[in-house]
């Protein structure tokens, strides 16, 4: 249940960028790689939100998948289920994860007042 | 340190549209160092970026509410945090690893083996993150180590993990300028403490053989941020049908490039290799660039 601390960054980052302005939606961008199960998330964000000035705000998550790329013959493969960190191409070991540890707030949307 | 890492600096890239609308390559993707490769004739910029999910209606564009662009990482704080924890320790000249396990791996007991060996020889703190009780700080009194117990128990059962600002607020109660290593147990759980750099300089996993060859593919986080993998219970192997290639060909799928030591801290069995990876870590940290990722 790290979701419950998430959200708590969560709060202190909207908070500030918000300003007193009333929040609508929280757009969050999530990796696959990321331990994040997104129902958790957002049922925790409304155990957070609950009685402060972003209570009845929502999050609206991004799924990124994630992809490797290969250090040997520069081939980029996705992940699967399990994130097996092998070249799809030529099977080498040597490979960098490109994308699916995201894990940011990318943008809110104001409520109109 | 562990490979995994944030690289999530809003590591800004355009939406990988699969239509491709006008096509003009003006997406940015500045995953470090890899731009410099990515050849534009690929045209659609699939090539380093991963194809985006969008949940959920765009509705929100067409409402015309007032939209603030963002981009923050969520971990920012508890990264800035575990920033200033790793300076004050390499302040000290004092090296700090991460011990994380499901419940009952065997941290505690290999803890407790560790500090009556390197009791005299390498001066060791301890912080302990057991969520409610002092039961584990307890059985690792009497080998002269400092130890610090983190209050991780505040509302719904307690933290499932530590994170770098309870660390922090664990390191003025240990005598930094006293100690050469420090070794923080971690809430047993597989999943969450993988995710919060406390300022370690290492991350090392206990598992132990009786939890089944799959969990490295099942819970790949943790398996995948570790340093070492330290596979404990070794003694129990006789009774159990467990299938220590088969687990290690697992781990090696998500972490090529672990490192393992086979331990029974029970019969004590692997438990100087052990020592010895942590004396290496001790040596690694006191070089100025080892700590650098
Ligand atoms: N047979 C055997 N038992 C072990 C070994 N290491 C630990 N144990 C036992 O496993 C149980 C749990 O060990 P702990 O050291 O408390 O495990 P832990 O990871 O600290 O547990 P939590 O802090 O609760 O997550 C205890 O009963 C230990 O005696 C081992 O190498 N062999
Ligand atoms: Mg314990
Ligand atoms: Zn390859």
């Given at each position: 249940?790290?979701?419950?601390?998430?959200?708590?960054?969560?709060?202190?980052?909207?908070?500030?960028?918000?300003?007193?302005?009333?929040?609508?939606?929280?757009?969050?961008?999530?990796?696959?790689?990321?331990?994040?199960?997104?129902?958790?998330?957002?049922?925790?964000?409304?155990?957070?939100?609950?009685?402060?000035?972003?209570?009845?705000?929502?999050?609206?998550?991004?799924?990124?998948?994630?992809?490797?790329?290969?250090?040997?013959?520069?081939?980029?493969?996705?992940?699967?289920?399990?994130?097996?960190?092998?070249?799809?191409?030529?099977?080498?070991?040597?490979?960098?994860?490109?994308?699916?540890?995201?894990?940011?707030?990318?943008?809110?949307?104001?409520?109109?007042? | 340190?562990?490979?995994?890492?944030?690289?999530?600096?809003?590591?800004?890239?355009?939406?990988?549209?699969?239509?491709?609308?006008?096509?003009?390559?003006?997406?940015?993707?500045?995953?470090?160092?890899?731009?410099?490769?990515?050849?534009?004739?690929?045209?659609?910029?699939?090539?380093?970026?991963?194809?985006?999910?969008?949940?959920?209606?765009?509705?929100?564009?067409?409402?015309?509410?007032?939209?603030?662009?963002?981009?923050?990482?969520?971990?920012?704080?508890?990264?800035?945090?575990?920033?200033?924890?790793?300076?004050?320790?390499?302040?000290?000249?004092?090296?700090?690893?991460?011990?994380?396990?499901?419940?009952?791996?065997?941290?505690?007991?290999?803890?407790?083996?560790?500090?009556?060996?390197?009791?005299?020889?390498?001066?060791?703190?301890?912080?302990?993150?057991?969520?409610?009780?002092?039961?584990?700080?307890?059985?690792?009194?009497?080998?002269?180590?400092?130890?610090?117990?983190?209050?991780?128990?505040?509302?719904?059962?307690?933290?499932?993990?530590?994170?770098?600002?309870?660390?922090?607020?664990?390191?003025?109660?240990?005598?930094?300028?006293?100690?050469?290593?420090?070794?923080?147990?971690?809430?047993?759980?597989?999943?969450?403490?993988?995710?919060?750099?406390?300022?370690?300089?290492?991350?090392?996993?206990?598992?132990?053989?009786?939890?089944?060859?799959?969990?490295?593919?099942?819970?790949?986080?943790?398996?995948?941020?570790?340093?070492?993998?330290?596979?404990?219970?070794?003694?129990?192997?006789?009774?159990?049908?467990?299938?220590?290639?088969?687990?290690?060909?697992?781990?090696?799928?998500?972490?090529?490039?672990?490192?393992?030591?086979?331990?029974?801290?029970?019969?004590?069995?692997?438990?100087?290799?052990?020592?010895?990876?942590?004396?290496?870590?001790?040596?690694g940290s006191r070089q100025p660039a080892a700590s650098v990722q």
């Open positions: 249940m790290h979701e419950l601390s998430i959200c708590g960054s969560i709060a202190e980052i909207v908070t500030r960028r918000a300003n007193g302005r009333p929040v609508d939606t929280i757009h969050v961008r999530v990796g696959q790689l990321r331990q994040v199960v997104p129902d958790t998330l957002v049922y925790c964000w409304t155990v957070v939100s609950a009685d402060t000035a972003l209570d009845g705000s929502r999050l609206e998550l991004e799924n990124i998948k994630a992809r490797i790329k290969c250090r040997t013959c520069d081939g980029l493969s996705d992940l699967g289920d399990y994130p097996i960190m092998l070249c799809g191409t030529c099977d080498s070991a040597d490979v960098e994860v490109v994308a699916g540890e995201e894990f940011l707030i990318t943008a809110l949307e104001l409520a109109e007042v | 340190m562990g490979r995994f890492h944030r690289h999530d600096d809003g590591t800004a890239h355009e939406h990988d549209h699969p239509q491709g609308h006008d096509g003009t390559p003006e997406h940015e993707h500045s995953h470090l160092g890899d731009g410099a490769r990515h050849d534009p004739q690929h045209g659609d910029g699939a090539g380093l970026i991963g194809r985006e999910e969008h949940l959920g209606d765009h509705s929100a564009y067409e409402t015309g509410r007032e939209r603030i662009e963002v981009l923050e990482r969520i971990f920012d704080e508890n990264d800035r945090t575990a920033a200033a924890n790793r300076a004050d320790l390499l302040h000290h000249g004092v090296c700090a690893v991460n011990l994380m396990s499901s419940p009952g791996a065997g941290k505690t007991t290999l803890l407790r083996e560790t500090l009556r060996r390197l009791a005299g020889t390498v001066r060791v703190g301890v912080i302990e993150g057991d969520i409610e009780t002092s039961l584990d700080a307890d059985r690792l009194t009497g080998f002269g180590a400092e130890i610090t117990l983190v209050n991780t128990g505040n509302g719904f059962g307690g933290e499932c993990h530590l994170d770098a600002p309870m660390v922090r607020s664990a390191l003025p109660r240990l005598p930094l300028s006293e100690l050469d290593l420090v070794l923080i147990e971690n809430v047993g759980n597989l999943v969450c403490p993988a995710e919060f750099d406390v300022g370690e300089h290492a991350r090392a996993m206990i598992y132990s053989v009786t939890e089944g060859e799959e969990k490295p593919l099942k819970y790949p986080v943790m398996f995948r941020s570790s340093d070492l993998v330290v596979i404990n219970k070794i003694d129990l192997l006789p009774h159990l049908d467990f299938d220590l290639e088969l687990f290690r060909a697992n781990l090696r799928k998500v972490n090529p490039t672990v490192t393992t030591i086979d331990v029974s801290a029970r019969t004590g069995d692997g438990v100087d290799a052990w020592c010895a990876w942590l004396g290496s870590q001790l040596a």
